[in-house]
T-cell receptor, first 112, second 114 residues
Framework: DAKTTQPPSMDCAEGRAANLPCNHS???????VYWYRQIHSQGPQYIIH???NNETNEMASLIITEDRKSSTLILPHATLRDTAVYYC?????????????FGTGTRLQVTL | ETGVTQSPTHLIKTRGQQVTLRCSSQ?????VSWYQQALGQGPQFIFQ???????GRGNFPPRFSGLQFPNYSSELNVNALELDDSALYLC?????????????FGSGTRLTVV
């Protein structure tokens, strides 16, 4: 399984953009990058995913480098409710099963 | 559309006992995956069910087993509970290939083994 590396924690001021990096240098060509977040003791919440193109939705933007070895999740205007653990995940598809391989996550603290 | 629901929300069991956790998948989803999340760790893949059959398994012993029913709901069974089985157990439903919105997780069952 391709592994991901994330900083253990980050701080962001409310209203500013939060840029969360992820390294996935061993990713293979058919593996997607997913981002989820988890607020204390709740189930992970889907944010965004992509293969090689940059993606944007109502929650965030995902920037994937051309060599696909790293990506950045951008929350354009962070709020206190965005405080959570953010997981960068590589989705391995074995042909018969598809599983999410969670990394260590980044604990984002949004402050006033 | 209804999300993923899991029951019970909390459970306390004694070492050596057996436990069954339940999951109802999101409407329209046909695949269910189970994850174990120990305190302070990221979720770890246990197994996945599609068309009522297990079609992928993580590094978990055979005492972890499951079922999927025709309505796509699922059960996770753990036999001979050990103290290290204490964790948050998460169920995630999806379409076969993940779909546009990825995997929808339930809020989990917090299992404590004493």
């Amino acid at each position: 399984d391709a592994k991901t590396t994330q900083p253990p924690s980050m701080d962001c001021a409310e209203g500013r953009a939060a840029n969360l990096p992820c390294n996935h240098s061993t990713i293979s060509g058919n593996e997607y990058v997913y981002w989820y977040r988890q607020i204390h003791s709740q189930g992970p919440q889907y944010i965004i995913h992509g293969l090689k193109n940059n993606e944007t939705n109502e929650m965030a933007s995902l920037i994937i480098t051309e060599d696909r070895k790293s990506s950045t999740l951008i929350l354009p205007h962070a709020t206190l409710r965005d405080t959570a653990v953010y997981y960068c995940i590589v989705r391995l598809d074995t042909g018969t099963a598809s599983k999410l391989t969670f990394g260590t996550g980044t604990r984002l603290q949004v402050t006033l | 559309e209804t999300g993923v629901t899991q029951s019970p929300t909390h459970l306390i069991k004694t070492r050596g006992q057996q436990v069954t956790l339940r999951c109802s998948s999101q409407s329209g989803h046909n695949t269910v995956s189970w994850y174990q999340q120990a305190l302070g760790q990221g979720p770890q893949f246990i197994f996945q069910y599609y068309r009522e059959e297990e079609n992928g398994r993580g590094n978990f012993p055979p005492r972890f087993s499951g079922l999927q029913f025709p309505n796509y709901s699922s059960e996770l069974n753990v036999n001979a509970l050990e103290l290290d089985d204490s964790a948050l157990y998460l169920c995630a439903s999806s379409l076969r290939t993940g779909g546009v919105n990825g995997y929808t997780f339930g809020s989990g069952t917090r299992l404590t083994v004493v």
